[in-house]
């Protein structure tokens, strides 16, 4: 769990810093609206911005499934739940990202988020799992041998082991 709390600190670090920029796009609210600009435009710094938007969530696609600890989970309830998560964490993120200086509100950002976060859960979680179903299991350790009652003596020996007799007259 403690990856997951620094992966998701270090997205908001990176996320939320303020960038020293003259100038910034409108917020884009249109799919793939400023995906079909940066592929046109062709520069390395668009490459590089729809890179990091892949790349920025990708290990959520197996940190999240990760906290989970279900081995024998599905690979499609697995892969919804964790893209599910993604896009809340996403979407939150970049609705606080629209307050800070030199970041828009930008819908292919969080597209581009949660395409990383399914890439790489379907890369690595249903082969991992598959992988900790099937590998080997090591011997559990020995459990402490239990106490054996003395010869004649009903019943384990310790104090839940006795017995109360009733009182004469008592009911």
Same mark, same amino acid.
């Given at each position: 769990?403690?990856?997951?709390?620094v992966?998701?600190?270090?997205?908001?670090?990176?996320?939320?810093? @303020?960038?020293p %920029?003259?100038? #910034?796009? $409108?917020?884009? =609210?249109?799919? *793939?609206?400023?995906?079909?600009?940066? +592929? !046109?435009?062709?520069?390395?710094?668009?490459?590089?911005?729809?890179?990091?938007?892949?790349l920025?969530?990708?290990?959520?696609?197996?940190?999240?499934?990760?906290?989970?600890g279900r081995v024998?989970?599905?690979?499609?309830?697995?892969?919804?739940?964790?893209?599910?998560?993604?896009?809340?964490?996403?979407?939150?993120?970049?609705?606080?990202?629209?307050?800070? @200086?030199?970041? %828009?509100?930008? #819908?292919? $950002?969080?597209? =581009?988020?949660? *395409?990383?976060?399914?890439?790489?859960? +379907? !890369?690595?979680?249903?082969?991992?799992?598959?992988?900790?179903?099937?590998?080997?299991?090591?011997?559990?350790?020995?459990a402490?041998?239990?106490?054996?009652?003395?010869?004649?003596?009903?019943?384990?020996?310790?104090?839940?082991?006795?017995e109360?007799?009733?009182?004469?007259?008592?009911?």
């Amino acid at each position: 769990m403690s990856r997951l709390a620094v992966h998701l600190a270090l997205v908001g670090w990176f996320a939320l810093r @303020p960038l020293p %920029v003259d100038w #910034v796009y $409108d917020a884009n =609210l249109h799919p *793939l609206a400023s995906i079909h600009r940066a +592929l !046109a435009a062709g520069g390395a710094a668009d490459y590089r911005h729809l890179a990091v938007g892949v790349l920025l969530m990708a290990p959520l696609g197996v940190l999240l499934p990760l906290a989970g600890g279900r081995v024998g989970a599905g690979w499609l309830p697995s892969l919804l739940r964790t893209v599910g998560a993604a896009a809340l964490l996403s979407t939150g993120l970049e609705f606080v990202q629209n307050y800070v @200086p030199g970041h %828009v509100l930008d #819908v292919d $950002d969080i597209l =581009l988020n949660l *395409l990383g976060v399914t890439l790489a859960h +379907l !890369a690595v979680v249903p082969a991992a799992r598959a992988w900790m179903r099937h590998r080997p299991r090591r011997p559990a350790a020995s459990a402490p041998p239990r106490r054996q009652p003395a010869p004649g003596v009903r019943g384990a020996a310790g104090p839940a082991s006795y017995e109360v007799a009733p009182t004469p007259g008592v009911r």
